[in-house]
Antibody
Framework: EVQLVQSGAEVKKPGESLRISCKGSGYNFTTYWITWVRQMPGKGLEWMGRIDPSDSSTNYSPSFQGHVTMSADKSIRTAYLQWSSLKASDTAIYYC???????WGQGTLVIVSS | SYELTQPPSVSVSPGQTARITCSGDALSKHYAYWYQQKPGQAPVLVIYKDSERPSGIPERFSGSSSGTTVTLTLSGVQAEDEADYYCQSADSSATVFGGGTKLTVL
Protein backbone atom coordinates (compact mmCIF):
# COMPACT_ATOMS: atom_id res chain seq x y z
CA GLU A 1 0.00 0.00 0.00
CA VAL A 2 1.37 3.39 -1.02
CA GLN A 3 1.61 5.82 1.86
CA LEU A 4 3.08 9.23 2.53
CA VAL A 5 3.32 9.87 6.26
CA GLN A 6 4.17 13.35 7.46
CA SER A 7 5.64 14.52 10.74
CA GLY A 8 3.45 15.94 13.46
CA ALA A 9 2.17 19.42 14.17
CA GLU A 10 4.63 22.13 15.17
CA VAL A 11 4.29 25.32 17.17
CA LYS A 12 7.17 27.73 16.69
CA LYS A 13 8.10 31.34 17.33
CA PRO A 14 8.94 33.85 14.60
CA GLY A 15 12.59 33.61 13.60
CA GLU A 16 12.94 29.98 14.60
CA SER A 17 13.96 27.26 12.19
CA LEU A 18 11.95 24.17 11.34
CA ARG A 19 12.15 21.02 9.25
CA ILE A 20 9.13 18.83 8.54
CA SER A 21 9.23 15.45 6.88
CA CYS A 22 7.33 13.19 4.50
CA LYS A 23 8.15 9.49 4.47
CA GLY A 24 7.12 7.34 1.55
CA SER A 25 6.41 3.63 1.59
CA GLY A 26 4.86 1.00 -0.65
CA TYR A 27 6.45 2.19 -3.89
CA ASN A 28 9.82 2.99 -5.45
CA PHE A 29 10.52 6.28 -3.69
CA THR A 30 13.02 7.49 -6.30
CA THR A 31 10.60 7.08 -9.21
CA TYR A 32 8.21 9.89 -8.29
CA TRP A 33 8.85 13.54 -7.59
CA ILE A 34 7.55 14.76 -4.24
CA THR A 35 5.65 18.05 -4.33
CA TRP A 36 4.90 20.34 -1.40
CA VAL A 37 1.65 22.25 -1.12
CA ARG A 38 0.68 24.98 1.34
CA GLN A 39 -2.81 25.66 2.59
CA MET A 40 -3.17 28.74 4.74
CA PRO A 41 -6.12 28.87 7.16
CA GLY A 42 -9.37 29.00 5.22
CA LYS A 43 -7.57 29.38 1.90
CA GLY A 44 -6.83 27.34 -1.21
CA LEU A 45 -3.98 25.10 -2.26
CA GLU A 46 -0.66 26.64 -3.29
CA TRP A 47 2.09 24.73 -5.05
CA MET A 48 5.41 25.39 -3.36
CA GLY A 49 7.73 23.27 -5.44
CA ARG A 50 8.96 19.75 -5.98
CA ILE A 51 11.97 17.56 -5.48
CA ASP A 52 13.22 14.53 -7.36
CA PRO A 53 14.31 12.07 -4.64
CA SER A 54 16.62 10.26 -7.06
CA ASP A 55 19.05 13.18 -7.34
CA SER A 56 17.53 15.89 -5.09
CA SER A 57 16.99 18.27 -8.01
CA THR A 58 14.35 20.85 -7.24
CA ASN A 59 11.92 23.30 -8.81
CA TYR A 60 10.49 26.06 -6.64
CA SER A 61 7.51 28.30 -7.17
CA PRO A 62 8.73 31.89 -7.47
CA SER A 63 6.49 32.67 -4.50
CA PHE A 64 8.50 30.38 -2.24
CA GLN A 65 11.98 30.48 -3.78
CA GLY A 66 14.49 31.60 -1.20
CA HIS A 67 12.18 31.18 1.77
CA VAL A 68 12.02 27.39 2.00
CA THR A 69 14.39 24.57 1.16
CA MET A 70 13.39 21.15 -0.08
CA SER A 71 15.63 18.16 0.41
CA ALA A 72 15.41 14.40 0.36
CA ASP A 73 17.23 11.37 1.75
CA LYS A 74 16.48 8.46 -0.54
CA SER A 75 18.19 6.01 1.79
CA ILE A 76 15.38 6.50 4.30
CA ARG A 77 12.70 7.36 1.74
CA THR A 78 12.05 10.75 3.25
CA ALA A 79 11.56 14.23 1.83
CA TYR A 80 11.93 17.38 3.88
CA LEU A 81 10.70 20.96 3.84
CA GLN A 82 12.61 23.42 5.95
CA TRP A 83 12.65 27.04 6.99
CA SER A 84 15.63 28.89 8.47
CA SER A 85 13.58 31.78 9.84
CA LEU A 86 9.85 31.35 10.25
CA LYS A 87 7.32 34.15 9.95
CA ALA A 88 3.81 34.34 11.34
CA SER A 89 2.58 34.19 7.75
CA ASP A 90 4.04 30.68 7.47
CA THR A 91 1.19 29.42 9.64
CA ALA A 92 -0.52 26.83 7.47
CA ILE A 93 -1.03 23.16 6.75
CA TYR A 94 1.70 21.73 4.55
CA TYR A 95 1.05 18.68 2.41
CA CYS A 96 3.41 16.47 0.50
CA UNK A 97 2.12 14.59 -2.51
CA UNK A 98 3.48 12.17 -5.02
CA UNK A 99 3.90 13.37 -8.61
CA UNK A 100 0.58 12.97 -10.35
CA UNK A 101 -1.27 13.79 -7.15
CA UNK A 102 -2.54 10.27 -6.60
CA UNK A 103 -1.22 10.01 -3.04
CA TRP A 104 -0.96 12.73 -0.43
CA GLY A 105 0.36 12.92 3.06
CA GLN A 106 -2.02 13.69 5.90
CA GLY A 107 -0.66 17.22 6.24
CA THR A 108 1.50 18.93 8.86
CA LEU A 109 0.07 21.90 10.73
CA VAL A 110 2.66 24.58 11.39
CA ILE A 111 1.74 27.41 13.75
CA VAL A 112 4.09 30.35 14.07
CA SER A 113 3.20 32.67 16.89
CA SER A 114 4.99 34.76 19.43
CA SER B 1 3.91 31.51 -14.31
CA TYR B 2 0.27 31.14 -15.31
CA GLU B 3 -3.12 31.22 -13.67
CA LEU B 4 -6.14 28.97 -13.50
CA THR B 5 -9.53 30.54 -12.85
CA GLN B 6 -12.44 28.75 -11.15
CA PRO B 7 -15.82 30.07 -9.99
CA PRO B 8 -15.78 30.54 -6.19
CA SER B 9 -18.97 28.58 -5.66
CA VAL B 10 -21.45 26.27 -7.34
CA SER B 11 -24.74 25.14 -5.82
CA VAL B 12 -26.85 22.21 -6.91
CA SER B 13 -29.71 20.12 -5.58
CA PRO B 14 -29.23 16.42 -4.87
CA GLY B 15 -29.56 14.30 -7.99
CA GLN B 16 -28.80 17.16 -10.34
CA THR B 17 -25.66 17.73 -12.38
CA ALA B 18 -22.92 20.06 -11.20
CA ARG B 19 -20.35 21.51 -13.57
CA ILE B 20 -17.23 23.24 -12.32
CA THR B 21 -15.06 25.04 -14.85
CA CYS B 22 -11.40 25.92 -14.83
CA SER B 23 -9.88 28.22 -17.41
CA GLY B 24 -6.35 29.21 -18.30
CA ASP B 25 -4.12 29.50 -21.32
CA ALA B 26 -1.90 26.65 -20.16
CA LEU B 27 -4.80 24.21 -20.39
CA SER B 28 -4.60 24.17 -24.16
CA LYS B 29 -1.12 22.63 -23.87
CA HIS B 30 -1.10 20.75 -20.57
CA TYR B 31 -3.32 18.26 -18.81
CA ALA B 32 -5.64 19.21 -15.98
CA TYR B 33 -6.11 17.40 -12.71
CA TRP B 34 -9.03 17.78 -10.28
CA TYR B 35 -9.01 17.33 -6.51
CA GLN B 36 -11.77 17.10 -3.97
CA GLN B 37 -11.09 18.37 -0.48
CA LYS B 38 -13.45 17.96 2.43
CA PRO B 39 -13.00 19.91 5.68
CA GLY B 40 -10.09 18.67 7.74
CA GLN B 41 -8.93 16.23 5.09
CA ALA B 42 -6.15 16.06 2.54
CA PRO B 43 -7.10 16.55 -1.11
CA VAL B 44 -8.15 13.51 -3.11
CA LEU B 45 -7.50 13.14 -6.84
CA VAL B 46 -10.79 12.65 -8.68
CA ILE B 47 -9.75 13.26 -12.32
CA TYR B 48 -6.34 13.16 -13.97
CA LYS B 49 -5.15 13.94 -17.49
CA ASP B 50 -8.30 15.94 -18.22
CA SER B 51 -10.75 13.04 -18.18
CA GLU B 52 -9.28 9.92 -16.58
CA ARG B 53 -10.82 8.68 -13.35
CA PRO B 54 -8.64 7.01 -10.71
CA SER B 55 -9.73 3.66 -9.37
CA GLY B 56 -12.18 4.02 -6.51
CA ILE B 57 -13.64 7.30 -7.74
CA PRO B 58 -17.38 7.00 -8.51
CA GLU B 59 -18.46 7.06 -12.15
CA ARG B 60 -20.53 10.17 -11.52
CA PHE B 61 -17.26 12.14 -11.64
CA SER B 62 -16.11 12.99 -15.16
CA GLY B 63 -13.84 15.50 -16.81
CA SER B 64 -13.64 17.16 -20.20
CA SER B 65 -11.51 19.67 -22.00
CA SER B 66 -12.11 22.24 -24.70
CA GLY B 67 -9.45 24.73 -25.67
CA THR B 68 -8.42 26.71 -22.62
CA THR B 69 -11.24 25.44 -20.38
CA VAL B 70 -11.63 22.17 -18.56
CA THR B 71 -14.79 21.06 -16.80
CA LEU B 72 -15.42 18.72 -13.90
CA THR B 73 -18.91 17.24 -14.09
CA LEU B 74 -20.68 15.51 -11.22
CA SER B 75 -23.74 13.67 -12.45
CA GLY B 76 -26.38 12.83 -9.90
CA VAL B 77 -24.82 14.83 -7.11
CA GLN B 78 -25.02 13.36 -3.63
CA ALA B 79 -24.80 15.10 -0.29
CA GLU B 80 -21.37 13.54 0.27
CA ASP B 81 -20.04 15.41 -2.78
CA GLU B 82 -20.22 18.72 -0.92
CA ALA B 83 -16.60 19.85 -0.79
CA ASP B 84 -14.03 22.19 -2.24
CA TYR B 85 -12.76 21.29 -5.70
CA TYR B 86 -9.45 22.41 -7.16
CA CYS B 87 -8.10 22.17 -10.66
CA GLN B 88 -4.38 21.88 -11.26
CA SER B 89 -2.11 21.97 -14.26
CA ALA B 90 1.60 21.64 -14.72
CA ASP B 91 4.30 22.19 -17.27
CA SER B 92 7.83 20.77 -17.18
CA SER B 93 8.95 22.90 -14.28
CA ALA B 94 5.98 24.30 -12.40
CA THR B 95 2.50 23.53 -11.21
CA VAL B 96 -0.41 25.82 -10.44
CA PHE B 97 -3.74 25.33 -8.70
CA GLY B 98 -6.95 27.11 -9.40
CA GLY B 99 -8.44 29.11 -6.58
CA GLY B 100 -10.95 26.42 -5.72
CA THR B 101 -14.70 26.05 -6.02
CA LYS B 102 -16.98 25.32 -3.09
CA LEU B 103 -19.68 22.90 -4.16
CA THR B 104 -22.80 23.22 -2.04
CA VAL B 105 -25.47 20.54 -2.18
CA LEU B 106 -28.73 22.26 -1.34
Amino acid sequence: EVQLVQSGAEVKKPGESLRISCKGSGYNFTTYWITWVRQMPGKGLEWMGRIDPSDSSTNYSPSFQGHVTMSADKSIRTAYLQWSSLKASDTAIYYCARRGGDYWGQGTLVIVSS
Amino acid sequence: SYELTQPPSVSVSPGQTARITCSGDALSKHYAYWYQQKPGQAPVLVIYKDSERPSGIPERFSGSSSGTTVTLTLSGVQAEDEADYYCQSADSSATVFGGGTKLTVL
